[in-house]
């Protein structure tokens, strides 16, 4: 890749000038430094493949890229999709065939360890509405090897008046944070979730949520009276809720969890993914996207 061909190029020069210039005393990167530069290539090359897969077979039907990026034994836990790379081929060409003007327009992408997760709005005929979608994928040895997905479609209008994929909170930009926020976001945003969804304790939204908190579920008033109001009707209705993360992504100031959710004993459930943002401590704009889990699946794989 272009990116890992410069990192080798500037490694060769750094090599070549030491060589030269006996007189200058040249301090080597340390083993932790080359450590995080490398992973910091790894996620960045995990996030355009995750983009690229995406834009290539459903916006042009694409499979070569899926021949390029995709493992042969894929896993699928979408439930329209059998596994494997022919069902994903055959599905971008039948999707590119009927919808050849959809776009899959990014929002976001955020990326930890071996997992990459993608928020984004799908339109498959221009001028409608369409859908609000995340995307989660799992790379090994480089290339994708499992997919989960969650599809909601968007409303035209929303309680909040706030649409389901721009950024409020300041600074308004899509990228995720500094990295070395990751951890402690992470930790915090997991805690948050434990105390208010799996124990329905609403104080937690006092405890970690900031003053400036910007709602994008689209049931969902604005604001901090919002949630309080919105989550506290929730857990009147359904008390016997019970709400189980699956997985964790999270990125600088982005933080994802991958649940879920069962209303009450005996259903189904919903495959949900919530996404917030953390600044300065204080948990201040949230996103989401909720799939009600079908009673058949194309796999055998479920949602989760």
Do not use: C
């Not at 990192?7 to 200058?24: E, G, N, Q």
């Not at 916006?59 to 494997?84: C, K, M, S």
């Not at 799996?198 to 709602?215: F, M, N, W």
């Amino acid at each position: 890749m272009v990116v890992l061909a410069l990192a080798r190029k500037t490694v060769a020069a750094a090599l070549v000038a030491a060589t030269l210039t006996a007189t200058v005393t040249v301090v080597p990167a340390s083993a932790a430094t080359v450590s995080t530069q490398q992973a910091g290539f790894r996620l960045g090359y995990r996030k355009t493949v995750a983009v690229q897969v995406l834009k290539g077979v459903f916006e042009r039907g694409d499979t070569a890229v899926v021949d390029r990026f995709v493992r042969p034994d894929y896993i699928q836990h979408n439930p329209l999709a059998p596994d494997g790379t022919a069902a994903l081929k055959n599905l971008g060409t039948a999707l590119h065939r009927q919808f050849p003007d959809a776009e899959y327009g990014i929002k976001r992408v955020i990326a930890e360890g071996d997992l990459v997760l993608v928020h984004s709005h799908v339109v498959l005929t221009p001028g409608t509405p369409g859908n609000a979608v995340f995307d989660i994928f799992r790379f090994q040895d480089g290339k994708i090897a499992e997919h989960w997905d969650t599809v909601q479609n968007v409303p035209a209008t929303t309680v909040n008046g706030n649409d389901m994929f721009s950024t409020l909170s300041s600074p308004r930009t899509t990228q995720p944070g500094p990295g070395w926020l990751t951890t402690r976001n992470k930790e915090l945003v997991t805690a948050y979730v434990d105390r208010l969804l799996v124990r329905k304790d609403l104080s937690a939204i006092d405890t970690y949520v900031g003053p400036e908190y910007h709602q994008h579920n689209p049931t969902i008033a604005d604001g901090v009276a919002g949630a309080k109001a919105g989550l506290g009707a929730y857990f009147a209705q359904f008390p016997q809720l019970k709400v189980t993360s699956k997985r964790v992504i999270a990125e600088g100031d982005l933080v994802a969890i991958h649940s879920h959710y069962v209303n009450a004993p005996g259903d189904r459930g919903q495959a949900v993914v919530d996404l917030f943002r953390v600044r300065d401590g204080r948990i201040v704009e949230h996103w989401d996207v909720i799939q009600d889990v079908p009673p058949t699946s194309a796999n055998n794989n479920t949602m989760f």
